[in-house]
């Protein structure tokens, strides 16, 4: 039998750390202490031998949620134009995802309909897709399956005409003092400085005041082939909610072209912790500690407002030129979450995976406090509780599932060098019953807040930024690229031309609307 990631995924094991090639190991010195790598580098920043940089960084992904009756085959969509429920007539409209779509006879119903929907679908098998049916007539699928048919017309649907779409406003017409609209004109892009599943991630600048940005891009063929769009505009929520912390990235603005989307991002100069954990190798405590405690402030910060991340990584943190850290990519998030509430996306980047999701099960902000161990641990160790390197070469070991199996069933091995302080709080962080875990029990946050790890911790000082930074990046001049990730160096930073046969199958009225500008950092703008 197959094990329920098997179906949904293909892809190979995916850690943040190197792989050793066999040939430099004998098998019996596998186990080389805590060291991050087998070898030291030619001088900082080159690569060690028989390191592989491309498995560094690999993204975060989600994998999609299906649920089957009577042949139908719904996926939760949000819907931006009028529409009504085939089973109960009334019309489906509300905030989030609201309403029910069969990705096959594109039948439209209420969530809270669909299981009472009595008409089979027309089209079914139409695109034969597999679907595993659960207890809850639920079923996780791979993204290799989600393809919708795209040649299929649209049949006839009980919607009103789409608005018509504003004519872009001319910079120029503006009234002074009001905001205006940005677009791909207005920069100038400098570099690639990050690259995921869904987005590529460009160094900019905004010829009109010459400040650098971070542009975060993503193709719309991409949103709407794979998903709804509901996670665009759930990013976009997080970037205002986000605007008002101090580790949290805030947004500039957003706006698109036929075939992009773009949010711009106040950019944060240091680089972010993976960088400065490969030079380091592993961190005293005492710096591993105010990490930890500034990425809980954020975290909490999150969860008080109903979201949570779902993405923490080493790749996510960054440094600001103090040395303080900002989340960055909030487009894995979840919006709305109340406390108790759950959600059962498949989601995030393999090696953070907290366990109740590799189970299947709902879950809420767990997830989050389970990667903050994660990471705590990758810091303090200089590698991943799951370390599966030494595996590289053993193709039964070197998948995706053999990580999971590890991560469900491993017990952690807290390296004996570290303090017993450290050591609970990474026991607490990577408890695998969600309920048990520290952060997530009756005492909530209050119980990281009061664990004696953080004994030392002056929080308020902390969340305003008062406690000087254990480190800080090393920057000379604004465009000083010495921390950015050398990976993309090579990488043409243009955008490929617009394909019109690629536009033509854009619904755009699925991103009307998507055009933002920050008010608050526009007035600081025009303070230059
Ligand atoms: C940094 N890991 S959102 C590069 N990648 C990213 N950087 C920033 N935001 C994002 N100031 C990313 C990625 C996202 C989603 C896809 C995966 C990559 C960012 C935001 C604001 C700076 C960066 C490493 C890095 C940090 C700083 C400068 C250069 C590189």
Same mark, same amino acid.
């Given at each position: 039998m197959r094990s329920f990631w098997t179906e949904i995924l293909n892809a190979a094991a995916s850690h943040p750390f190197p792989s050793v090639p066999g040939d430099l190991l004998s098998p019996l010195d596998l186990d080389y202490g805590d060291e991050l790598f087998p070898n030291v580098p030619a001088a900082p920043g080159m690569p060690c031998t028989g390191e592989d940089r491309s498995i560094y960084?690999?993204? /975060?992904?989600?994998?999609?949620?299906?649920?089957?009756?009577?042949?139908?085959?719904?996926?939760?969509?949000?819907?931006?134009?009028?529409?009504?429920? /085939?089973?109960?007539?009334?019309?489906?409209?509300?905030?989030?995802?609201?309403?029910?779509?069969?990705?096959?006879?594109?039948?439209?119903?209420?969530?809270?309909?669909?299981?009472?929907?009595?008409?089979?679908?027309?089209?079914?098998?139409?695109?034969?897709?597999?679907?595993?049916?659960?207890?809850?007539?639920?079923?996780?699928?791979?993204?290799?399956?989600?393809?919708?048919?795209? /040649?299929?017309?649209?049949?006839p649907l009980p919607e009103t005409p789409p608005a018509p779409?504003?004519?872009?406003?001319?910079?120029?017409?503006?009234?002074?003092?009001?905001q205006r609209q940005y677009s791909l004109e207005d920069f100038e892009l400098i570099r690639v400085i990050g690259r995921g599943s869904y987005a590529k991630v460009l160094m900019v600048e905004l010829k009109r005041t010459k400040r650098v940005y971070a542009m975060k891009v993503i193709k719309k063929a991409l949103v709407t082939d794979d998903e709804d769009i509901d996670w665009?505009?759930?990013?976009?929520?997080?970037?205002?909610?986000?605007?008002?912390?101090?580790?949290?990235?805030?947004?500039? &603005?957003?706006?698109?072209?036929?075939?992009?989307?773009f949010f711009v991002i106040e950019f944060v100069r240091g680089g972010d912790l993976m960088f400065h954990m490969q030079r380091q190798r592993r961190l005293p405590e005492e710096h591993a500690r105010f990490y930890a405690a500034e990425i809980s402030l954020a975290l909490h910060f999150l969860h008080e407002r109903g979201v949570i991340y779902r993405d923490l990584k080493l790749d996510n943190v960054l440094l600001d030129h103090e040395g303080h850290i900002k989340l960055t990519d909030y487009g894995m998030c979840k919006e709305g979450v109340r406390p108790g509430d759950?959600?059962?996306?498949?989601?995030?980047?393999?090696?953070?995976?907290?366990?109740?999701?590799?189970?299947?099960?709902?879950?809420?902000?767990?997830?989050?406090?389970? /990667?903050?161990?994660?990471?705590?641990?990758?810091?303090?160790?200089?590698? &991943?509780?799951?370390?599966?390197?030494h595996a590289a070469d053993n193709p039964d070991q070197n998948t995706e599932d053999y990580l999971f199996q590890v991560i469900l069933e491993k017990t952690i091995r807290i390296p004996r060098s570290l303090s017993v302080k450290a050591a609970s709080v990474l026991k607490g962080f990577l408890n695998k019953s969600p309920s048990e875990r520290l952060g997530c029990g009756e005492g909530g946050f209050l119980d990281i807040v009061s664990h004696p790890f953080f004994k030392s911790?002056?929080?308020?000082?902390?969340?305003?930024?008062?406690?000087?930074?254990?480190?800080?990046?090393?920057?000379?001049?604004?465009?000083?690229?010495?921390?950015?990730?050398?990976?993309?160096?090579?990488?043409?930073?243009?955008?490929?031309?617009?394909?019109?046969?690629?536009?033509a199958d854009i619904d755009q009225s699925e991103f009307e609307g998507f055009e933002y500008v920050n008010p608050l950092l526009m007035s600081l703008e025009d303070c230059v």
């Open positions: 960084r690999r993204g /975060a992904r989600r994998w999609r949620k299906l649920y089957r009756v009577n042949g139908h085959i719904f996926q939760a969509k949000r819907f931006n134009r009028r529409a009504f429920c /085939a089973y109960c007539q009334d019309r489906i409209w509300g905030l989030g995802r609201q309403g029910f779509k069969c990705i096959q006879c594109k039948l439209l119903v209420h969530k809270k309909c669909h299981k009472l929907v009595q008409k089979p679908c027309s089209n079914e098998h139409v695109d034969p897709i597999e679907v595993k049916d659960d207890a809850n007539g639920e079923s996780t699928l791979g993204r290799a399956a989600s393809v919708r048919s795209r /040649a299929e017309p649209e049949p779409v504003a004519a872009p406003v001319r910079n120029e017409d503006l009234e002074p003092g009001s665009v505009q759930t990013e976009k929520h997080v970037f205002e909610t986000a605007s008002n912390h101090p580790f949290l990235v805030g947004l500039h &603005s957003c706006f698109q072209t036929p075939s992009r989307l759950t959600t059962s996306t498949f989601c995030g980047t393999p090696n953070y995976i907290a366990p109740e999701i590799l189970r299947g099960e709902e879950y809420g902000f767990s997830v989050d406090w389970w /990667a903050l161990g994660v990471l705590t641990y990758e810091m303090l160790a200089g590698r &991943s509780p799951f370390d599966i390197s911790i002056e929080w308020e000082m902390l969340e305003q930024k008062q406690v000087v930074p254990p480190f800080k990046p090393r920057l000379e001049g604004e465009r000083d690229l010495a921390n950015f990730p050398p990976e993309f160096t090579d990488e043409p930073v243009h955008l490929t031309p617009d394909n019109d046969t690629e536009i």
